[in-house]
């Protein structure tokens, strides 16, 4: 018996507070396919995009390893941001509703015979669950 392939769905964030806009972020991300995988920023790319976060990479990808609709984490490269996608090569990638990323600069920094399908999540309350304002509020 000949087995399936299994669809593997990639998730990316820095996920420093984790909250319910994350919690729905995966659980969305988790229903495009069978396997998911979490890229979690790395310290040094987090710092070269000045966010200071509260948690280590190590730490962050620990909390996020946690989550029961998590299959696997892994730390994203600190250079080339698309290195790992195109390492992994999942067949979906799951991007979050406030990313600034478009889908053809993803598409144009992925190996050319490479073309996953890009989704972009829904919003889920995005007044309430937003890092920056928790960590504004609470600072």
């Not at 892994?74 to 290195?83: S, Y």
């Amino acid at each position: 018996m000949a087995q399936t392939k299994k669809t593997i769905v990639l998730a990316v964030g820095t996920f420093d507070v984790i909250h319910l806009g994350h919690i729905d972020y995966l659980k969305q991300a988790s229903t495009l396919g069978d396997t998911l995988v979490v890229v979690v920023s790395s310290d040094k790319r987090c710092h070269k995009r000045s966010k200071k976060s509260y948690f280590t990479e190590k730490e962050r990808q620990q909390m996020v390893d946690a989550l029961k609709v998590v299959d696997k984490t892994v730390i994203g490269h600190e250079e080339d941001v698309f290195g790992i996608v195109n390492e992994l090569k999942p067949d979906v990638i799951c991007i979050g509703h406030d990313s600034q990323i478009t889908k053809k600069t993803i598409l144009d920094n992925l190996d050319a015979s490479y073309k996953p399908k890009i989704v972009k999540a829904k919003v889920f309350h995005a007044d309430k669950y937003n890092t920056t304002k928790i960590k504004e509020k609470y600072s």
